[in-house]
């Protein structure tokens, strides 16, 4: 068998043809990929606008939705319609660690632990990416309002 050496994987008179094959594979797979993601994360861009609406008269506190299908990338925006004050805030008892951190660094100026702030008067609105939790529900209600059973869920697709 006869083979000739070289010092270096490129022949003077350019790349092999195993070595333009395998480039141009490995070109393939880097479009693909990027198309995979840019798609992704072009699909994730809807904004979910949830009012948060109490008649103490008619003993009415409800998030309008009160459940909410999302994907990570996606925005909440809490609008505060009526029965200001309020304040988001996520359930934690049964969240995993990994859920846990990922939801407290998506939460705006927090308040305290999984909770963001106050929201002081009506009109005010509180935005919310939805980091890339895994999929699952996740409940969160208003903390003034938590008695009343003001609540409201979070699907993660």
Not at 72 to 99: K, M, Q, Y
Not at 131 to 144: I, Q
């Amino acid at each position: 068998m006869n083979r000739t050496r070289t010092s270096h994987p490129i022949g003077i008179y350019g790349p092999s043809r195993r070595h333009a094959k395998a480039c141009a594979a490995l070109s393939l797979c880097v479009a693909a990929l990027l198309g995979v993601v840019v798609s992704d994360i072009a699909a994730a861009q809807t904004t979910h606008i949830v009012r948060l609406e109490v008649d103490a008269e008619r003993d009415v506190h409800r998030f309008v939705p009160a459940r909410i299908s999302a994907r990570p990338g996606d925005v909440l925006l809490f609008r505060v319609s009526s029965g200001a004050p309020h304040a988001i805030a996520f359930e934690g008892s049964n969240l995993s660690a990994t859920a846990r951190n990922l939801l407290q660094a998506a939460l705006p100026n927090r308040g305290s632990d999984l909770e963001g702030p106050v929201l002081a008067r009506n009109g005010v609105e509180y935005r919310v990416t939805v980091p890339r939790l895994p999929a699952g529900t996740y409940r969160f209600y208003s903390t003034p309002h938590r008695a009343y059973e003001m609540r409201g869920e979070l699907i993660v697709n």
